[in-house]
């Protein structure tokens, strides 16, 4: 079993940073692929970010402005976010699964985070 917990959320104003920390507790691996998602009010949860040993992978509407980073030695991940739009309010998830295929694909992740709430105002 692996436990997520994610933390870093919170209310920002448009073109500010953020980062989130995904904190991975229990059999957790370096060889885990940990991906971000986030779900919007009244929409689908959608892919974000990934990182895994094939390296980085980004959706087209954070690329650029969102990095995704690991630290293997404390089991965190992080989402590090720039230049924040109010279309990125959502609450966001990270997840964890083996393989580094179909990336945005949710039901490959066999473990999730409780999510962490991130609101940006105009």
């Known amino acids: 079993q692996v436990q997520l917990v994610e933390s870093g959320g919170g209310l920002v104003q448009a073109g500010d940073s953020l980062r989130l920390s995904c904190a991975a507790s229990g059999h957790t691996s370096s060889t885990h692929t940990i991906g971000w998602f986030r779900q919007a009010p009244g929409k689908a949860r959608e892919f974000v970010a990934a990182?895994?040993?094939?390296?980085?992978f980004y959706a087209e509407p954070v690329k650029g402005r969102f990095t995704v980073s690991r630290d293997n030695a404390q089991s965190l991940v992080y989402l590090q976010m720039n230049s924040l739009k109010p279309e990125d309010t959502a609450v966001y998830y990270c997840?964890?699964?083996?393989?580094?295929?179909?990336?945005?694909?949710?039901?490959?992740?066999?473990?999730w985070g409780q999510g962490t709430q991130v609101t940006v105002s105009s």
């Open positions: 997840a964890a699964r083996r393989g580094w295929y179909n990336l945005a694909r949710q039901g490959d992740y066999d473990y």
């Open positions: 990182i895994g040993w094939g390296g980085t």
